[in-house]
């Protein structure tokens, strides 16, 4: 649920709102196809448990597609001295596909607990990206709750990954909550955008 970049001064309001919009309706869809694909596949899949083949494939796409979607933000906001933020979710969201990757060839549970360190650190940083983005951009209230909520979370993942009954449905809750936030986002900017000086 996460997105970096703070706009450079040489990027201008309404391309950074058109932009923003357009990124959060692709990670909206993509969140929803994702909980689509778990829920039909994996998620009955309990916290001892190894995962499938599905389920594993699944778990390392989630933070490799957040880090691509921080770089595209990233490229669409250009450069600016915010740009480390952006240079660091990315390598978070790298840290964690690698994370996962190794974690999916032990238990659910290993998957549940790199998930949630990963969403509780890029929770931060969407938050705090979003607190400083309102006074450039504006509409941040859905980014804020967003990463509020995957900070807290990232912190329960964390703490569920030790149960024997956790199940890979508390992650899939986590994404379509995403989904309704960047699309949340998404309707916001559209509203911010016609209010916007020509």
Known sequence: MTQTTVPSSTTTPSTTLSGLRSLHLIRAAFSLVWVALVATTSASLVSTDEPTVTAAVLLVIYPLWDA????????????????????????????ATAGMTIA?????????????????????IQLAVAIRRRRTVGAQWPMVISGGLSVLAGANFAAM??????????????????????????????????????
Do not use: C
């Not at 024997?164 to 955008?193: E, K, P, Q």
């Open 104 to 124: 999916v060839f032990s238990t659910i549970g290993k998957a549940l607990l790199v998930f949630g360190i990963w969403a509780l650190l890029s929770g931060a």
């Open 68 to 95: 691509v979607a921080t770089l595209l933000e990233r490229r669409m906001a250009g450069p600016g001295a915010t740009d480390r933020v952006g240079t660091l979710n990315m390598a978070l969201g790298v840290a």
């Open 161 to 198: 990954s030790t149960s024997a009954t956790s199940d890979l449905s508390t992650i899939t809750g986590y994404s379509a909550v995403g989904a309704f936030w960047f699309l949340t986002s998404a309707i916001t900017l559209t509203i911010r955008s016609r209010h916007q000086p020509r």
